[in-house]
């Protein structure tokens, strides 16, 4: 069964704690994404990898980072440095060629809470 | 003014009727063009992709593209009350590597 799984669905943070969201995909895709949305908000770009190994800064990286060391997971961390992280976190992926390039495909999304 | 701008409704269309979604991009050289629907608390899901001027269609939804206008819409015909939604515009501009989102429309059907 082919798709985009994120973990935990629901997080909750303390002040000063870094949590990592996690993201997996079996589609063979070799790009993915992580997102932010915010109520009643568009999607804003934090990170993207378009290879194993190689990631770029989104819009609004600060006080987040990930890594992509397989192809099939690129995990976000979100540290104490980000000051406002409240928010639904979606992860994506897609193919880099062809005609559907870039038809971003979503996970489920995780809903993170400071409290 | 944004990349990607769509009126955030809410948009009301009663049921049977047809919905008519707009989006107008700013990146002259956008070359891909993508409507996502999202259910409250929900992923986005994408329903349309378009790549060429003019109309695509698929069931009841169909896609317009106007490049020299820089404008992109969503038709959605028979609206049914599981329609209602927030729908995302997305358009891959000049830069190969991502897309940029539309703020969204809310659209509800009334029954």
């Known amino acids: 069964d082919g798709g985009i799984t994120q973990s935990p669905k629901y997080l909750f943070r303390k002040e000063g704690q870094n949590v990592t969201l996690s993201c997996e995909q079996n589609l063979n895709h070799d790009a993915m994404y992580w997102y932010r949305q915010d109520p009643g908000q568009g999607l804003r770009l934090i990170y993207y990898s378009q290879i194993v190994n190689d990631f770029q800064k989104g819009d609004i990286a600060e006080g987040y980072s990930v890594s992509r060391e397989k192809k099939e997971s690129f995990p976000l961390t979100v540290t104490s440095a980000q000051k406002n992280p409240t928010a639904f976190y979606l992860c994506?992926?897609?193919?880099?060629?062809?005609?559907?390039?870039?038809?971003?495909?979503f996970g489920p999304g995780t809903r993170l809470t400071v409290l | 003014q944004k990349e990607v701008e769509q009126n955030s409704g809410p948009l009301s269309v009663p049921e049977g009727a047809i919905a008519s979604l707009n989006c107008t991009y700013s990146d002259r050289v956008s070359q891909s063009f993508f409507w996502y629907r999202q259910y409250s608390g929900k992923s986005p899901e994408l329903i349309m992709s378009?790549?060429?001027?003019g109309d695509k269609e698929d069931g009841r939804f169909t896609a317009q593209l106007n490049k020299a206008s820089q404008y992109v819409s969503l038709l959605i015909r028979d609206s049914q009350p599981s329609d209602s939604a927030t729908y995302l515009c997305a358009v891959r501009g000049s830069s190969a590597s991502k897309i940029i989102f539309g703020s969204g429309t809310r659209l509800s059907i009334r029954p």
């Open positions: 378009i790549y060429s001027n």
């Open positions: 994506a992926s897609a193919l880099t060629g062809g005609a559907a390039y870039n038809e971003q495909f």
